[in-house]
């Protein structure tokens, strides 16, 4: 993780394992099927209230089974082969710069 330069703001949580956590949120979760349901329009009758579901049975499944797979893949780089997983943070860091840290 030393080849990734990120300044990050002081907190009670380990940096280095904050930044590897966002890398690995981003690879996994947000760059999958998730992201096409939050780059549409937003729904005009129902954006408004919480209490209305915005993402079905059959895409939370999807969303959930594509960032079970991601997960998996990124933690089986990391335990045999640390060379795929360093990229594969790199590659995480370009979405995180800006996100916050996680919290205690």
Known sequence: MSR???TMKKSNV???LALEAKMIVALAFRNGPIEALHAGKPCPTC???SGYSRI????MKGIMKAAIN???SLLWKKDNDS???AKSLVLGARYTQHWDDPER
Do not use: N
Request: charge should be negative; aromatic fraction near 10%.
């Open 4 to 6: 990734i330069q990120v």
């Open 14 to 16: 380990d940096s280095v």
């Open 47 to 49: 954006s408004v209230d």
């Open 56 to 59: 079905s049975d059959e895409e």
């Open 70 to 72: 991601s997960v998996y």
């Open 83 to 85: 060379e795929a997983y």
